[in-house]
């Protein structure tokens, strides 16, 4: 076995957690900091306890909320190109005849209105 390419091995060393518990156990290194032991987690303890240390939840949300925001923007678009899209004669004097249907159905209804 080759000599002075193993570390130094710490029986003693002192774990400690961000809720103020410590223990000790062997490891290379002096000390360690741990953000959750079996102390709080919550499986251990029963507690329904959420732990989000590293912002997961917030980055998924706003990154949610990026992707809601660009599917509206590219609705908006879609709806925007559809209405610059040029129509045919054909689909022109269907509206403009839709148009005087209802224009003419408006003027006969006041006019039944103004008889009675």
């Known amino acids: 076995m080759k000599s002075n ?3 130094n091995w710490n029986s003693d ?3 400690t957690c961000s809720c103020g518990n410590s ?3 062997g490891s290379t290194n002096k000390t360690i900091e741990v953000d959750i032991c079996s102390a709080c987690h919550p499986f251990f303890t029963g507690e ?3 732990v989000d240390r590293q912002g997961r939840v917030d980055r998924f949300m706003a990154k949610m909320k990026l ?4 599917k509206t923007a590219k609705k908006k678009a879609k709806t925007a190109e559809k209405s610059n899209d040029p129509q045919s004669y054909q689909d022109i004097l269907r509206e ?3 148009n005087l249907k209802q224009a003419e159905k408006a003027k ?3 006019e039944k209105t103004s008889e009675n």
């Open 5 to 7: 390419i193993h570390p």
């Open 13 to 15: 060393a002192v774990v």
């Open 23 to 25: 223990f000790t156990t």
């Open 48 to 50: 329904m306890k959420f």
């Open 67 to 70: 992707a809601e925001t660009k």
């Open 96 to 98: 403009q005849r839709a």
């Open 108 to 110: 006969a209804s006041e």
